[in-house]
């Protein structure tokens, strides 16, 4: 999916950028999308929240905790 690719795209970016687990990034990403859009999992955002989901992905930061 679009959002999938996003966030691959989008924790593959922060990587390049600071020293984290893959792992534990990819599950702060997910679950910050899903408290963000108020859904059980990524694939339950809806169709007129795509774009803005999208947005939220590329614009992403994780939280400091998560950096080694």
Known sequence: ??????????????LGVVDAERKLMFSAI????????????YRDVKRKDLKNA????????????LRN
Not at 3 to 14: D, I, P, Y
Not at 54 to 65: G, R, S, T
Request: proline letters at 0%; charged letters at 30%; zero cysteines.
């Open 1 to 14: 999916s679009k959002l999938q690719k996003a966030v691959s795209t989008g924790v593959f970016q922060r």
């Open 30 to 41: 997910y679950r910050d999308l899903k408290d963000r859009f108020g859904v059980a999992s």
């Open 54 to 65: 999208l947005l939220y992905v590329q614009n992403w930061i994780e939280k400091a905790e």
